[in-house]
Each structure stands twice: as structure tokens, then as C-alpha cells.
């Protein structure tokens, strides 16, 4: 049984950092995009950052751009999002997801949800301000 398990999660003043990370089991992901994605209260979830799985390439929403920095730990088949600056729209809970199948494009990235095949129950983001 696939699993994707995100950790990391809580409450952090405005401007502070927070790390998550997303552990798989159940197959490795070495060789598939990876993303995170997020559900503020209210409102649909919605793309934060993708990895390709060549590790280099990414693609991150702009309201993130120069503070989230996606990675990943193939050898530990996890992949993180450092936060950095988080501010009061940070506030969501962040999930970790997997594209199914591999691309054999080692660049390939993708911010569309529906590409995604696994998700994990998410995390909680709570940044007061």
C-alpha cells in the first residue's frame, strides 16, 4: 500500500521557518514528480511547488517564490519544503503528493493537481501574526 505521510507541521510567529517533509512507502518515487499543495480555510487547495525528479527542476506559485525552497532525498524517498518568511497567508494545511507515473523527461514538472496520482492526509501550517 502506497503512503505518503507529512510531518513538520504547527505553530510559528509571522516570519518564522518551518520544515516538512513527506515520507513515502509502499514504491519508490525516485524517478516521479513531486509536489506540495495546500487548503487554506475556505478556499480549494491549491499548488505550492513541484519537483522534478531529476531534483533540479521546480516550479513554485509566486506568492512563495524566494521563501519555500522544495528538495528532495531520493536515497530516503522523502522530499521537504522549507518555509521561510511564513506570513498569515501561509496558513493552510499542506499536502504532499505524488505524480504516478514516471516521465522520461527528467526536467518534467507539472503544477496541475489532477496529474497527481498519491496523496498524503496533510499537515497543519499555522502562522499567527
Known amino acids: 500500500q502506497v503512503q505518503l505521510v507529512e510531518s513538520g507541521g504547527g505553530l510559528v510567529q509571522a516570519g518564522g521557518s518551518l520544515r516538512l517533509s513527506c515520507a513515502a512507502s509502499?514504491?519508490?518515487?525516485?524517478?516521479?514528480?513531486m509536489g506540495w499543495f495546500r487548503r487554506a480555510p475556505g478556499k480549494e487547495r491549491e499548488f505550492v511547488a513541484a519537483l522534478a525528479w531529476n531534483g533540479v527542476s521546480t516550479r513554485y506559485t509566486d506568492s512563495v517564490k524566494g521563501r519555500f525552497t522544495i528538495s528532495r532525498d531520493n536515497a530516503k524517498n522523502t522530499v521537504y519544503l522549507q518555509m521561510n518568511g511564513l506570513k498569515s497567508e501561509d496558513t493552510a494545511v499542506y499536502y504532499c503528493?505524488?505524480?504516478?507515473?514516471?516521465?522520461?523527461?527528467?526536467?518534467?514538472?507539472?503544477?496541475?493537481?489532477?496529474?497527481?496520482?498519491?496523496w498524503g492526509q496533510g499537515t497543519q501550517v499555522t502562522v499567527s501574526s
Open positions: 503528493a505524488a505524480v504516478g507515473d514516471s516521465r522520461p523527461n527528467s526536467y518534467y514538472v507539472t503544477a496541475d493537481k489532477t496529474q497527481y496520482n498519491y
Open positions: 509502499g514504491r519508490t518515487f525516485s524517478r516521479n514528480v
